[in-house]
């Protein structure tokens, strides 16, 4: 297994750009189910999520094939991602693919609207708490769907076809609106689900459904209205750029102290972590192409941060943010109010140094003068990243283990920091 080495304490300078959103490149990739035309995605990350979602749309007969001009061994050649699904040729999605990342069950509200029928196997992913899909299952059923658990699989029929309906989500899932609304489209009538999920990654994948002729209105806000249609036809989009990225170099640089250009990054996508950020002494400014992110010599002031749904702060920033806050001049307090268990990184942070202390869902967050490096261990997708932020600003050496959690989520991550100055490189095993 890879792991990740870095020497810690150089000041970030230069130039990052900001890759394609994960989150929206996968929940658009499963869109492609929907038609049997080719929909042509721009600006793909390159990441083992992306990779392991390919294999799933193919089992279903999803042809898929990339261009451009990235050329690397692990077949993702360009950021351009060409999909057809042509024919469906199996809608069981399988527990050996379905268990390695939680977002493929999503292929559920799809395939159960083109095909009437779907078989997919409960998901798994970054270890982060039960996550459960009753809301997915809900929804679904809102929309006629009859739905019964066998053998760790949810078999989903709707005989006749999905009918539109109406959904209130209970409590706010990015998932669950992704798999309602993608099924949605496709259903007869009217179809109005509140209190949606309103991230821009959600709005994101509803601009690409309505270039394939799917008629949505709202997405983006909390009540989103999809009038069904026959089918979808075929389309261009660009994915969106990635605001958990953009968070965590952001929040790489404030640790570190320097100035970095995040290339292709949009602030209007991640204002409470931006005014975090500010509220804790760093330079933001936005440009037309991008944000320029600074701290020189200021010392980092403690926050206050509760996760929230969007537009709040983002659970995905908040491992980032308690590294970042392990060096400021005094306590941060950081509540955790999405997911349960989320605090794996607490223990690999104390290896380093840093003083938290946890009760419940609140971390308490005591500024020291110094981290020093250690062996770590990432645990998940953000947890590891987190365990990098801490490692650039450790005294000595610090080495990340098993780092295809950040191989998941992160493109090129070493190679980005290192051009700025990090001294960060792969040890492959
Ligand atoms: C998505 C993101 C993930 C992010 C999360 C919250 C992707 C690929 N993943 O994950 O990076 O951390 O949103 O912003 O976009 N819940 C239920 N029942 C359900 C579904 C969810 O109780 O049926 C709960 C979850 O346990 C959690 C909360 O709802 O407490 C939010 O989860 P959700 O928004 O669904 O997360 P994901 O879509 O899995």
Redesign the pocket.
């Known amino acids: 297994m890879d792991r990740i080495r870095i020497i810690g304490g150089e000041r970030l300078k230069g130039t990052i750009p900001i890759s394609g959103a994960?989150?929206?490149a996968?929940?658009l990739m499963i869109a492609s189910l929907l038609t049997p035309d080719t929909i042509t995605l721009k600006n793909v990350p390159n990441l083992a999520?992306v990779g392991l979602l390919i294999r799933i749309l193919r089992n279903h007969g999803t042809d898929t094939a990339f261009d451009g001009k990235r050329a690397i061994a692990n077949g993702h050649q360009g950021d351009t991602l060409h999909l057809t699904a042509r024919d469906i040729v199996d809608t069981t999605a399988p527990y050996d693919l379905v268990r390695r990342?939680?977002?493929s069950f999503?292929v559920l509200g799809p395939l159960l609207a083109r095909e009437h029928k779907a078989r997919v196997s409960l998901p798994g992913?970054?270890a982060?708490?039960?996550?459960?899909?009753?809301?997915?299952?809900?929804g679904l059923q809102a929309l006629g769907a009859e739905i019964s658990l066998d053998g760790g699989y949810v078999v989903a029929n709707a005989p006749g076809g999905l009918k539109g309906g109406v959904f209130s989500f209970p409590?706010?899932?990015?998932?669950?609106?992704?798999n309602i609304l993608m099924a949605a489209t496709l259903a007869k009538g009217e179809t109005v689900l509140e209190n949606a999920?309103c991230?821009p990654?959600v709005a994101d994948v509803a601009s690409c459904l309505n270039k394939m002729g799917a008629k949505i209105e709202g997405a983006g806000t909390p009540t989103i209205t999809i009038q069904g249609v026959n089918e979808l036809e075929g389309a261009t989009h660009t994915v969106l750029p990635d605001r958990?990225e953009t968070g965590t170099y952001a929040m790489a640089v404030a640790a570190t102290g320097g100035e970095v250009y995040l290339d292709g990054a949009r602030a209007d996508l991640l204002p409470a972590a931006l005014d975090v950020l500010r509220e804790a002494g760093v330079d933001i400014t936005e440009t037309n192409r991008g944000l320029h992110v600074a701290r020189n010599g200021a010392a980092l002031k403690p926050v206050n941060v509760t996760t929230a749904?969007?537009p709040g702060f983002?659970?995905?920033l908040q491992a980032q943010l308690m590294a970042l806050m392990c060096r400021a001049g005094g306590v941060s307090q950081i509540r955790e109010a999405?997911?349960?268990n989320r605090f794996m990184h607490v223990q690999e942070l104390a290896r380093l140094g840093a003083d938290i202390s946890v009760s419940g869902d609140m971390a308490k967050v005591r500024g020291v003068p110094s981290l020093r490096g250690a062996e770590v261990m990432a645990t998940d997708?953000?947890a590891s990243v987190s365990l990098v932020i801490a490692g650039l600003v450790a005294e000595g050496e610090t080495v990340v283990n098993r780092v295809y959690h950040l191989d998941r989520?992160f493109e090129r991550l070493e190679e980005k920091l290192g051009s700025c100055g990090a001294r960060i490189e792969r040890l492959h095993s």
């Open positions: 994960k989150n929206a996968l929940p999520d990342m939680r977002a999503w992913g970054c982060i708490g039960t996550r459960p899909v009753d809301l997915h299952l809900a409590k706010v899932s990015v998932g669950a609106t992704h999920a991230e990654e958990i749904p969007y983002p659970t995905d999405i997911f349960e997708l953000r989520g």
